[in-house]
């Protein structure tokens, strides 16, 4: 059975997750959004205290919130920044992101070494993890779908009682929309959301509680 780790990070408070099996040490960062040395010692400490092996870096989507600390990741444990080629120019225009937000702009352009889609499977700690394509709050944002442990990260797409905003770059309020309706809430009621911002929640809660969408 897969572990799992949230940390939130950043003025954004996004949610940086590390998955792992207690079991052989194999682990994934998803999300790092680490802004400083801090943030960055904090998530390297638990990795180092627990004996785990980073195996994978994975991005829900490239908006800058979410990609702080992806260059740290993949250069402290040798591994690729996984993520959907559709968010590739959100990367590359990391510095342009942080210039929207007032922050500063000498951040380091971030690309995708693996291209994920909708129907790939990626192995974290040896679970078969599926990978969910559901654009609209960027054009690349994916979910990750873990069927055995029972949970799905969904970044930005679905929060507690909320969705992703859609009025950014590329965004796409109807299809954000379809997408939940079409591919999350048939889902297991039983599935646990971990979302890129807040606290979790499930699918079952928010087919009926989530304003925003009707299942």
């Known amino acids: 059975m897969l572990k799992i780790k949230q ?16 079991e052989t040490g194999e682990a994934a960062v998803i999300d790092p959004g680490m802004i400083n040395d801090k943030e960055q010692s904090q998530l390297d400490r638990f990795i180092s205290d627990n004996g785990l092996a980073v195996h994978n870096l994975i991005n ?12 740290h990741i993949k250069d ?21 992101q942080c210039r929207m937000f007032g922050l500063p702009d000498d951040m380091t352009s971030v690309k995708i070494d693996r291209e994920l ?26 979910v990750l779908y873990f069927p055995e442990s029972g949970w799905a990260i969904t970044g930005d797409v679905l929060f507690r009682r909320s969705i992703g905003r859609t009025d950014l770059v590329a965004g796409n309020h109807a299809q954000l ?25 499930t699918i079952g809660e928010e087919k009926k509680e989530n304003p925003f969408v009707i299942g």
């Open 177 to 201: 929309i379809d997408g939940i309706s079409k591919k999350l809430y048939t889902l297991p009621d039983s599935t646990i959301v971990y979302p890129g911002h807040g606290e979790p929640t």
């Open 117 to 142: 889609k909708e129907g790939d499977t990626i192995d974290i700690g040896g679970e078969k993890v599926e990978i969910l394509s559901v654009p609209g709050h960027s054009p690349g944002s994916l």
């Open 60 to 71: 829900t989507h490239m908006h800058v919130d979410h990609i702080f600390g992806d260059l």
């Open 7 to 22: 940390f939130t990070f950043n003025m954004f408070g996004i949610n940086t997750y590390l998955v792992w099996n207690p």
């Open 76 to 96: 402290k444990y040798g591994v690729d920044i996984a993520a959907s080629p559709d968010d590739s120019f959100l990367g590359e225009r990391a510095a342009m």
